[in-house]
């Protein structure tokens, strides 16, 4: 089988409904899937979903033997969204690294950003204060553009933030989806969407129908770490998505940057906490571009 049958292959089985980590699950129970013929993969298929515990496996299996290429391919074509796989050369190295990527990333935008080769996650509260925009604005404008590329999660407070300061900073931005391309949350930054996917990127591990579940936020969370050689947080208190993020940042093997903050604050508990942990406490953006190799300008 040709590396794009593989694609193709991989494209049937997420629009059939098998999650990213059911697929890891099913090439390990059967490494050769892949070069099957058809009905060896049926067979192989069957014995899988029957065998792993998925709520409704007649469904999943019936969407996969009805579903065609071409019915898929016109639908991303709808939505206007396009897909890379883990063979193709522009999938993003750093990802391959975590132990379960994606196999196939849906986009809109400009996929050379996948090539760049700086890359810095920023996470933080949903609530940030003002803080959040005043440090990232301090701090973005001292990057030496375009060598780093801002990647966060396009959620409202420190997420749009981060992605807002990048774009009013020429820095690039990727923003990672918690859902399908044809929905959208929180509605109030959908004009900023708008505008990185003109100006940058967005990506999505799930088709252009899934709509976002509370589940798939930190599965969300592990791209924007493991497309990151480092994860910043803004502001975050000591339990919160934003420190689901840093466990898996730790996990990848990833540097973890927090702004200072104050014991008397809430919102900044988690940075502290971390601070304590051993998480680099981010003065100036030299801080950070120190284990970059891009150079300082302060």
Not at 24 to 30: N, P, T, V
Not at 41 to 68: D, G, H, V
Not at 213 to 237: A, C, D
Request: hydrophobic share 35%.
């Amino acid at each position: 089988m040709t590396q794009h049958e593989s694609t193709l292959e991989l494209l049937k089985l997420r629009y059939a409904g098998y999650t990213t980590q059911q697929m890891i699950r099913l090439f390990k129970f059967c490494p050769l899937f892949l070069s099957l013929t058809p009905s060896d993969k049926m067979t192989n298929l069957r014995q899988f979903t029957y065998t792993s515990k998925i709520r409704t496996p007649a469904a999943y299996l019936t969407r996969y033997s009805e579903l065609s290429i071409s019915t898929i391919l016109n639908n991303l074509n709808q939505h206007g969204v396009k897909y890379i796989s883990i063979y193709d050369a522009t999938y993003p190295c750093l990802l391959k690294e975590i132990y379960d990527p994606p196999f196939i990333l849906f986009y809109k935008g400009n996929i050379e950003l996948l090539q760049h080769t700086h890359y810095l996650g920023v996470v933080g509260s949903r609530q940030s204060t003002a803080y959040t925009a005043h440090a990232l604005s301090f701090l973005f404008s001292h990057i030496p553009t375009p060598q780093l590329t801002i990647v966060s999660g396009l959620a409202s407070g420190a997420d749009s933030e981060a992605h807002q300061s990048a774009l009013q900073n020429h820095l690039p931005t990727i923003g990672v989806l918690a859902f399908g391309h044809a929905h959208h949350y929180p509605k109030s930054n959908l004009q900023l969407r708008n505008e990185i996917e003109e100006k940058g990127l967005t990506i999505s591990e799930y088709i252009p129908e899934d709509e976002p579940r509370k589940y798939k936020f930190p599965e969300r969370n592990r791209l924007i770490s493991g497309l990151s050689q480092g994860v910043l947080i803004t502001e975050s208190k000591e339990r919160s998505g934003a420190q689901i993020t840093i466990d898996l940042a730790l996990q990848q093997n990833r540097n973890v940057y927090v702004l200072p903050g104050s014991i008397f604050q809430e919102l900044t508990k988690g940075n502290l906490k971390r601070a304590q942990e051993g998480a680099t406490i981010v003065l100036e953006i030299g801080d950070i571009l120190i284990d970059y190799d891009c150079g300082n300008t302060m």
